[in-house]
């Protein structure tokens, strides 16, 4: 079957190969077809050695897709099921995070698509521990979205408390900042949006998403009118989706005293920032690393309720023997997720 690795250093060492389909090789895992598989900031990571991996590995870890194949202990999925899958696919289950159910955190953790095999090919193997059937009214390819809505869900519920009494600025317009804005406004909270000048059409699909103001950051005026939306003691919360110290920096300012601090994705490497002004603050710094399985339960109810829309969301999508063209235009910041279609 075709698979997209990364098999050595650099951009260079990410290789389109034939390789063999793989096998259910223990009686709880579960064989699927994938339908798509999303282009994440962690597989660009990946790709630029900004994260590590098991190599060699076919990368990919957000996906939807069809079971072909059940070990002989699943009971409850059927040949046909709609499903995705957690990431966590390798865990010890004695360590005192895997009993917490923070998977995420087992030292002995091994991620599809960076410890194992991913999605980023025709067909993988999960544990089945780790799937989870897709809503009746979610499509395969808005499915394809579920895993980054959950690492949002455990960034900003789990671990963060966004709730309806909150006013929060959201830097960085991407599908995470999207995925955030929606969720935030779910839970009833007042969003602004925060961008660039390359961002002028995503500010404005983030209106129709719920933000009441998007701004571009890089206006003249625009810091003094974030200043205003924050009002006198600035803003309840500031999540930050963009990857840049800048807005790092930006988001700690807007922040009132005591206020919440987010971080959703990676900066792929150390940034200086004043820890100093978020200690005399008293600013609350949260994160989270992925998703876990109370993460997947959040999201795909939010899903079937209809809270969040993916499909606007879903910009581009490629075969896997387009690969070059499909990371480029993630790289150019083209739309909001490229998708891959291992199958088509």
């Not at 980023?120 to 999960?126: D, G, N, R």
């Amino acid at each position: 079957m075709k698979a997209l690795l990364k098999v050595n250093e650099g951009y260079s060492g990410v290789a389109l190969q034939d390789i063999q389909e793989p096998a259910i090789e223990s009686n709880e895992q579960i064989k699927i077809k994938v339908h798509a598989a999303g282009i994440c900031g962690t597989d660009m990571h990946i790709i630029y050695d900004e994260y590590p991996v098991n190599m060699p590995v076919v990368m990919g870890h957000e996906f939807s897709g069809t079971i072909v194949e059940l070990g002989s202990d699943v009971k409850d999925f059927s040949i046909g099921d709609r499903v995705v899958s957690l990431t966590a696919a390798v865990t010890c289950g004695k360590c005192i995070y895997c009993k917490q159910g923070v998977l995420m955190l087992c030292n002995s953790r091994k991620s599809i698509g960076s410890g194992v095999n991913g999605a980023f090919a025709e067909y993988l193997i999960v544990p089945s521990r780790a799937v989870y059937k897709i809503p009746e009214n979610i499509s395969l390819d808005e499915a394809a979205l579920s895993e980054p809505l959950a690492c949002v869900v455990r960034c900003l519920i789990e671990r963060g408390t966004v709730t309806s009494n909150h006013h929060v600025v959201i830097s960085g317009v991407g599908a995470m900042g999207m995925l955030a804005l929606q969720v935030s406004v779910a839970n009833g909270a007042k969003v602004v949006v925060v961008g660039t000048s390359r961002d002028k059409d995503r500010l404005e699909i983030a209106k129709e998403f719920g933000a009441y103001e998007a701004i571009n950051i890089e206006n003249p005026e625009a810091f003094e009118r974030l200043q205003e939306l924050g009002g006198p003691y600035g803003f309840d919360v500031a999540i930050e989706c963009a990857g840049h110290e800048s807005s790092l920096d930006n988001s700690i300012q807007l922040l009132r005293k005591q206020g919440e601090l987010i971080q959703v994705g990676l900066f792929g490497k150390p940034i200086r920032f004043n820890s100093d002004l978020l200690l005399m603050k008293e600013i609350k710094y949260v994160n989270g690393f992925a998703s876990n399985p109370t993460s997947w339960d959040i999201a795909l109810t939010l899903m079937k309720e209809n809270k969040v829309s993916l499909s606007k969301l879903i910009s581009h999508k490629f075969a896997l023997d387009d690969w070059e063209a499909a990371i480029n235009s993630v790289k150019q910041g083209q739309g909001f997720k490229t998708l891959f279609m291992p199958n088509a």
